[in-house]
Structure formats: C-alpha cells, structure tokens
C-alpha cells in the first residue's frame, strides 16, 4: 500500500519560516519524480516545486527564490524548506509521488497571516 504523509505545516507570520516533509512507503522512491503542490481556498491546485530523480529542482516562479525542494531517497522523504512566507502562500500543500501512476499525500495546511 501506497502513503504519503505531509507534515510541518501550520500557522506562521509574514516573513518567517516553515519546513514541510513527506514521508513514504510503499514505492521505490528513487525512481519517482516528487512535488509539492498547492491548493489555495478557491483556487485551483498548482505546482510549486520539483525535484527528479537526479536532483534536478524546478519552481513556480511565485515561489522562486525562497523556497527550496530536497529529498532524501535513504529514508523515503522529501522536504520543502520555505522562507520569506507570504500571505498569498496560504494553502494546503500536498506532496507527489509521479510517474506512470501519479500518488497523492493527504495535505498539510499552510497559513501565513500577521
């Protein structure tokens, strides 16, 4: 059975810092594609940041800059270290695992409000 499991989110002021983690099991994590989406309150979910299996990482241009993708294949985790937190990067982020066969975490809540 497949899981992804997100954590590290919660609730911080415009400016600070927040690390996230996904932990999975059930795959062979090295050979997948992993990213961060997001899902903004009426808005549609979209990517955030990309890491390949050959540690090649890409980002939305809204995130570029201050946050920074990472993955650890040894224990099955990837990370999204985000920095200079705006408002405008509230949302449930959600961790996945792609290839043939797309895996979705279950999200983890993210709110940057003064």
């Known amino acids: 059975q497949v899981q992804l499991v997100e954590s590290g989110g919660g609730l911080v002021q415009p400016g600070g810092s927040l690390r996230l983690s996904c932990a999975g099991s059930?795959?062979?994590?090295?050979?997948?594609?992993m990213s961060w989406y997001r899902q903004a309150p009426g808005k549609q979910r979209e990517l955030a940041a990309q890491?390949?299996?050959?540690?090649?990482?890409n980002y939305a241009d809204s995130v570029k800059g201050r946050f920074a993708i990472s993955r650890d294949n040894a224990k099955n985790m990837v990370y999204l270290q985000m920095n200079s937190l705006r408002p405008e990067d509230t949302a449930i982020y959600y961790c996945?695992?792609?290839?043939?066969?797309?895996?979705w975490g279950q999200g983890t809540q993210v709110t940057v409000t003064s």
């Open positions: 996945r695992a792609g290839m043939a066969t797309n895996y």
């Open positions: 059930g795959i062979p994590f090295e050979i997948y594609t």
């Open positions: 890491i390949s299996i050959d540690d090649v990482a």
